[in-house]
């Protein structure tokens, strides 16, 4: 399932840039202002976005990640796991940031999804059924996993905020260093959830710590002023 995700995410994230707007709409309709000093390219409008809505609901595609979930060790409710992973990439929007200064270039993504709370239930069912159908399926992930616990995190959680406008969210920002014999680099999270009344909306804002000081008080103003 996270590799169908993943991959569709990745593929847009290469392709956004055709639209270029300063305001980001959320998957439920919350608006986010960045003002005008930041550029907000809409993978939406790319190519391959355009052919995943197309192809979404096509059996042929419904086919295939039905395949990937048994490759992943899924034996049990696999219609209703594919489903579940349908609704999820058609409710997934991915935006770039960039802001080109005098000084520098800086760039980040966006990935924000929709998750139904009926949907929760079900991943959380289909993480807990894989958990006990298979111990061994996915040793990169488990290497992967193994490798994140070594490493520093610096988690920064924030007390629910309300924007003008009366719309609650919670923040949650990480921060993470990389190092080894080969190469150094560093990571910057910001996590934002908004929860509705049927479900919430996750969005995830992954750059570098130092373009992350730089777009930080534009994502701070956007929230104080989101509106829907």
């Given amino acids: 399932m996270k ?30 202002d960045l003002s005008e000093k930041v550029g907000v390219y809409d ?10 809505r197309k192809e979404i609901d096509k059996k042929e595609t419904q086919e295939k990640i039905k395949e990937s979930l048994l490759n992943s060790g899924v034996t049990t409710n696999v219609e209703e796991a594919t489903n579940t992973v349908t609704n999820i990439i058609k ?29 929760k239930t079900k991943l959380k069912q289909l993480q807990e059924n894989l958990a006990k159908e298979s111990e061994n399926i996915d040793f990169v992930g488990m290497a992967v996993k193994s490798y994140i616990k070594n490493i520093p995190l610096d988690i920064k959680e924030k007390d ?42 996750y969005s995830v804002f992954n750059t ?21």
């Fill in 160 to 201: 629910m905020k309300k924007s003008e406008k009366g719309i609650e969210y919670t923040e949650k920002e990480t921060k993470a260093d990389f190092e080894n014999a080969d190469y150094s680099s560093d990571l910057y999270t910001d996590t934002i959830i908004i929860k509705g009344k049927e479900g919430s909306t």
């Fill in 208 to 228: 570098t710590q130092v373009a992350a000081k730089y777009f930080r008080p534009f994502i701070e103003q956007a929230l104080r002023g989101m509106e829907k």
């Fill in 43 to 52: 993978a939406e409008n790319s190519f391959t976005v355009k052919m995943i």
């Fill in 3 to 32: 590799k169908i995700i993943t991959s569709a995410i990745l593929i847009a994230m290469m392709t956004c840039g055709i639209a270029n707007a300063e305001k980001l709409q959320l998957p439920q309709g919350e608006t986010l």
């Fill in 91 to 119: 409710n997934t929007r991915i935006y770039q940031l960039r802001s080109n200064t005098k000084e520098n270039y800086y760039q980040g993504i966006l990935v924000s999804v929709y998750v139904k709370n009926s949907d």
